[in-house]
């Protein structure tokens, strides 16, 4: 939790300040990609890339997560400036929410408008297939640590963020109507946040069901309630790596997850840089 709000903002600048002394002479990008499981390829798409390492921003955490590589590339995706997140922060690696979502203010204060988050998740919907895309639609964020739990920091937004569009509708209808064009399988979904590392239980997720929620992963509401705190405009898109706990009857496993986040890694890839042309910003 955030005690000291002049340090939090001095911290975050520091590092936004660095971010642009790197990128000096270059147009600040206005959207910011988080590369989840399978995305990372998508890096090294990215023309004119510049490539900042997490542990060489000032205040940034250091991403431990499997398949998360760390490092922060600004560069052009389908002829526009973005920003990539080459690895995120889980509350599971033992960080506080604050430090989760410390790259979004920053990214915030560095002027980015759009935000597409993706990760890899459960299915809980039973018509949903291994490895389906899903866009976001809203969340179930019951199991996690309150984002902005603490003082607020007026300069970020105001105390009571409204929730109902964390996810903007034109920003998921321009992610779908662009697979459909793509010929890419996606649906619509609630994504139910899990603070792990362990998997869901079956209970939890017949629970879960019952609420809801279409599919369930470890990242992803932190960063978006962040995000809309700050009037950062948020798309995100799930891929399907394995049917949750208690659906197939198989042991749940990292391997598993990895393994079919490859396997659609291509489309997903192909689909985030066909949205990043569509998009207006």
Request: aromatic share 6%; proline share 7%; glycine share 6%.
């Given at each position: 939790m955030i005690t000291d709000t002049k340090e939090f903002i001095k911290r975050v600048d520091g590092a936004a300040d660095h971010i642009r002394s790197v990128l000096s002479g270059r147009t600040l990008p206005a959207v910011c990609i988080v590369l989840g499981s399978g995305l990372g390829p998508l890096s090294e798409m990215a023309e004119d890339a510049i490539e900042i390492p997490y542990k060489d921003i000032p205040g940034f955490p250091v991403s431990t997560a499997p398949g998360h590589k760390g490092s922060l590339i600004a560069g052009n995706l389908s002829g526009k400036p973005v920003f990539m997140m080459n690895g995120r922060f889980h509350y599971y690696e033992g960080y506080p929410m604050e430090t989760v979502t410390f790259y979004v203010r920053v990214m915030g204060r560095l002027g980015v408008k759009v935000l597409l988050l993706t990760n890899a998740s459960g299915g809980?919907?039973?018509?949903?297939?291994?490895?389906?895309?899903?866009?976001?639609?809203?969340?179930?964020?019951?199991?996690?640590?309150?984002?902005?739990?603490?003082?607020?920091i007026e300069e970020f937004g105001t105390r009571f963020p409204d929730q109902c569009?964390?996810?903007?509708?034109?920003?998921?209808?321009?992610?779908?109507?662009?697979?459909?064009?793509?010929?890419?399988?996606?649906?619509?979904?609630?994504?139910?946040?899990?603070?792990?590392?362990?998997?869901?239980?079956?209970?939890?997720?017949?629970?879960?069901?019952?609420?809801?929620?279409?599919?369930?992963?470890?990242?992803t509401v932190p960063e978006a309630i962040a995000a809309s705190h700050m009037g950062i405009r948020v798309a995100a898109m799930s891929c399907i790596t394995n049917m949750a706990a208690g659906i197939s009857g198989n042991p749940l496993s990292e391997k598993e997850v990895l393994d079919n986040a490859a396997l659609a890694s291509e489309n997903s890839c192909v689909l985030v840089k066909e949205f990043v042309n569509r998009i207006n910003v």
């Open positions: 809980i919907n039973l018509e949903m297939k291994v490895p389906e895309l899903v866009a976001i639609t809203d969340h179930l964020s019951f199991n996690a640590e309150p984002v902005l739990r603490g003082p607020n569009h964390v996810y903007d509708p034109e920003l998921t209808d321009t992610l779908v109507n662009s697979a459909r064009d793509l010929n890419i399988r996606i649906s619509r979904g609630v994504y139910a946040y899990s603070k792990g590392p362990q998997y869901e239980t079956p209970a939890e997720i017949r629970a879960l069901r019952i609420l809801g929620a279409d599919c369930v992963g470890m990242s």
